[in-house]
């Protein structure tokens, strides 16, 4: 019995996303394309920082050793000392 109410809420799905898409009309509501957008604006911003890290990490192997480091400037406080 549980086994035909899911395969009829699975069938009672694909029928309304095939209906939907025969109609091209994918949306309901205005939340649901408002949804849809935040969804894709959160994907899209973590795909730009894992880009983001791995160009900084590329950049850091790659030009770790020609880099000059840095020294310190400027005179000791010699007050600061015990």
Known sequence: MAQ???QQEFQDQFDDVVSRLQSKH??????DIASFAIFFIFIGMVLLLVI???IRCCCCCCCEG????????????MALEP
Request: avoid cysteine.
């Open 4 to 6: 035909r109410n899911i």
């Open 66 to 77: 020609d880099k000059p480091r840095r020294r310190k400037v400027g005179i000791d406080n």
């Open 26 to 31: 994918f949306f309901q509501s205005d939340w």
């Open 52 to 54: 983001l890290v791995l």
